[in-house]
């Protein structure tokens, strides 16, 4: 099983928005992780047949993917702005899904209770209209009924949006569960989404792949070029000038700058662990 992206770009008008994206996807948990902007939902909805490509081509099984009716059986996606049926049961909701995605209604309804008891939406919830659901549990019946046929290759955007931090951890297991067997892209602009659970983790940035890799292999990138030094508060401008402070703190006595360097910006500068964390602000620092 494998899903390829073939010198794809995407052009809104004369705006570039997707620039010669190359990238082969077989089972495991891809993180594509961007800045709002990056082009992430516009490469999503191009795999998913929302939108086609400006140039290249997207296969699966060394099929082209548009129409393609063995790749659309298999695909399942949860867009940012996946709307509900507010005056809809949960229970009613997913059969309805189930049905569109041509569902035996038998199988659909024990389907349907086993996602549920998955995503953690219990029983007692599945006669609530919708609308009185709280926002973490509408996004966990989105996940619910994109995972309703055991979709082969699975494509979220931004799925974590409005999640609680239990909630996350939740999703994060159950995502990586399903990564197991299949092949699932997420996209997100919250490292820890992804830094713990993705096979691989892809940086895209004005719609180019900057890097790719498992957290360990980006992370080297940055291995032995962070430092943090304490300054005075006048001198914080002057650093700022001069290097790639990815954060700041009042410490006693003074500011504590975290910095990206070749070299050591201070002569009391200590080395720190690198994290993804730093390895994002270094590329979307302008940006956040
Ligand atoms: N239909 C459209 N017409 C014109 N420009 C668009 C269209 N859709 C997206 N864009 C532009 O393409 C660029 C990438 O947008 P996209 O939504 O793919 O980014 P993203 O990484 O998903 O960001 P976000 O996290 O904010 O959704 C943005 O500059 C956006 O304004």
Redesign the pocket.
């Known amino acids: 099983m494998n899903l390829e992206i073939k010198n794809v770009s995407k052009s ?2 004369d ?1 570039l ?1 997707i620039d010669d994206i190359n990238l082969t996807l077989g089972p495991g948990l891809y993180g594509l992780l ?10 999503m909805e191009m795999i998913c047949n929302v939108s086609r490509t400006s140039k290249g081509e997207i296969t699966y099984n060394e099929k082209n993917i548009v129409n393609n009716k063995e790749f659309l059986d298999d695909l399942a996606y949860l867009p ?1 702005d996946f709307s509900y049926y507010p005056e809809f049961t949960v229970i009613d909701f997913m059969l309805y899904m189930a049905t569109l995605n041509g569902m035996n209604k038998k199988i659909a309804k024990n389907k349907t209770f086993e996602v549920l008891d998955k995503v953690g939406l219990n029983r007692n919830l599945s006669k609530k209209k919708i609308k009185t659901l709280s926002g973490g549990m509408k996004q966990r019946l989105g996940i619910a009924q994109a995972i309703l046929d055991d979709p082969k290759v699975l494509i979220i ?2 799925p974590t949006v409005g999640l609680d931090p239990k909630e996350r951890v939740r999703f994060r297991n159950m995502i990586s569960e399903i990564a197991e067997d299949n092949i699932v892209l997420l ?1 997100t ?1 919250i490292v820890s989404d992804v830094e713990y659970i993705a096979d691989e983790i892809i940086i ?1 940035k004005n719609g180019q792949i900057k890097n790719i890799g498992t957290a360990q292999e980006l992370l080297s990138e940055i291995e032995g070029l962070v430092w943090e030094v304490n300054v005075s508060a006048r001198d914080v401008k002057d650093y700022r000038k001069e290097y790639t402070v990815i954060n700041q703190r009042h410490d006693t006595g003074g500011v504590l700058l975290r910095i990206i360097s070749e070299t050591r910006p201070a002569g009391d500068a200590v080395r720190a662990d690198a994290t993804l964390e730093d390895l994002y602000l270094r590329y979307f620092q302008e940006e956040v």
């Open positions: 809104y008008g705006k928005v961007g800045a709002n902007g990056a082009g992430k939902s516009t490469l940012q955007d931004e996209s602009h895209l």
